[in-house]
């Protein structure tokens, strides 16, 4: 079985932008996987963070990344000026969702925040379960971002996403990943 494990960025250079990245990891691959993505974790800190790390650390980790052959699935999106973080990534979320469903997926692990969020994002889920736009087995757990490598790999996708979305970026981060990620634009 396969579960996403999803993380998101506000991409910097990219303004009213949101994007939410899973990453599709099936259960018999997740331990090595998540030791893989451990060692890649910088000793001083408590989590691999895209933002944190230098270009060149930055190539390391998504060719890294790449070598593990997993599916991701991104939802960008470019809301208006005025648009609150908030509202881009529960449209995020929802759509990223859906597209979730269509994988078959019906087990989603987020980085948790605080606990009026996470609520409210499971109050979003139920929603769409409620209008069956989504599967009624699909569930949305939260867990910390230290404590889960898997959800790193989201963080390293919609970081590499976001460089290549900026006037000035570069695609060499994405194109290590060579067709991996599916980008739904919104």
Known sequence: MFRAYVDESEPFGVPNSYIMAAALVEDEDAESVRHLVSKLKPKRHKKLHWNEEPSDSRLMIATTLSNCR??????????????RPERRRRHCLERLAYELHLFGITSITAEARD??????????????RSAQRISSALRLH????????????ADAVAGAVGISRRPDGTSEYVDCFDGMIQIVDM
């Open 70 to 83: 997993l599916v991701h699935v991104v939802v960008v999106r470019t809301g208006v000026p005025g648009d």
């Open 115 to 128: 606990g009026a969020s996470n609520r409210r994002e499971l109050e979003y889920l139920n929603r769409m």
């Open 142 to 153: 939260h867990v910390p971002g230290p404590g889960e490598p898997l959800l790193w790999i």
